[in-house]
């Protein structure tokens, strides 16, 4: 059996120790919007620690746990916290918990991240519809050898962001009273920030928001068939668009900001994504 598809059934199989949870949607929380999960009836919890071999969240602001619960009836599982190529894990551990989720159960991945603002008509604060990405140094996830019961060897890229989840979560934003930006989301490996002269390739290359997470997760998910669908919070404008240093405190500080208007946005949505598969 190959390797990595080994590793991710065991730790399946210690999932379904702890729980038979069945989620329509798996939500990925990202630097600083972990406090998201208090919106979740909670039915139980799982921290990445109690599943042998599971990577672990080191950064501040990763909780590190699966929470099983429902949104207004729609069964999710929600990760308080990812771990990153950046932290020294093999890429294939940092796409592990997004393929344990799909085989969870879940159809929809909607995914979240802090992001630093490349547009120069994006502020702090700002919510990003991810419409498109690029992948830049980190490896794709995909490499090796295939694993033929998760997905084909050439998976198609063109809409790997599902069109109709799109659209849900545009007229969510304009019912809500959200303003919403949207744009191509785009993966360096971090943990360094970038410098200015990477902020102004990025925008040459056609970048919105940069960031150190989503788009290797994104990758897996299309190559399981998930409809994926992801947000950004601005967290901070780019290196070299303003005079400040960049923090990690200053992208969980964006977060807080941002909370009640992503916390709004992202329950409104899921609400809807229910009614795709007869939930609602």
């Known amino acids: 059996m190959n390797g990595v598809y ?27 919007l972990g406090d998201y999960a208090s919106q979740i009836k909670v039915e139980s919890e799982l921290s990445y620690g109690q599943i042998e071999d599971f990577p672990v969240s080191t950064v501040p602001g990763h909780a590190g746990k699966f929470i099983f ?3 207004d009836g729609i069964p999710v599982v929600c990760m308080k916290g990812r771990v ?11 796409v592990l918990p997004v393929r344990l989720m799909g085989l969870m159960g879940a159809k929809i991945l909607f995914l979240t991240n802090a992001a630093g603002g490349v547009n120069p008509s994006f ?21 090796g050898p295939n694993i033929d019961e998760l997905g084909v060897r050439f998976p198609d890229m063109s809409s790997v962001y599902d069109k ?5 979560i ?5 019912e809500n009273n959200i303003f919403l930006q949207e744009g191509v989301y785009t993966q360096l490996t971090g943990p360094s920030f970038e410098s200015p002269a990477e902020i102004r390739m990025l925008r040459l290359l056609g970048t919105d928001a940069v960031g150190m997470s989503t788009v290797v997760e994104a990758i897996a998910a299309n190559h399981m068939g998930m409809k994926i669908c992801g947000v950004s919070c601005i967290s901070n404008l780019a290196a070299g668009m303003t005079a400040n240093p960049l923090t990690h405190e200053e992208v969980q500080e964006a ?5 009640p208007r992503f916390s709004k946005l992202v329950t409104e949505s899921v609400k809807r994504f229910g009614a795709l598969y007869h939930f609602n």
């Open 164 to 168: 109709e989840l799109q659209e849900i």
């Open 123 to 143: 502020h702090a604060g700002d919510l990003m519809l991810i419409r498109d990405h690029i992948a830049l140094f980190a490896p794709n996830p995909l490499i």
């Open 170 to 174: 545009r007229s969510t934003a304009r």
């Open 84 to 94: 990153h190529y950046y932290e020294g894990y093999d890429i294939s551990d940092v």
């Open 69 to 71: 619960g429902t949104i």
């Open 255 to 259: 977060a807080d900001l941002a909370a």
């Open 6 to 32: 080994e590793k991710l059934t065991k730790c399946y199989q210690k999932v379904r120790e702890y729980t038979d949870f069945k989620p329509l949607a798996a939500i990925v929380l990202g630097s600083g």
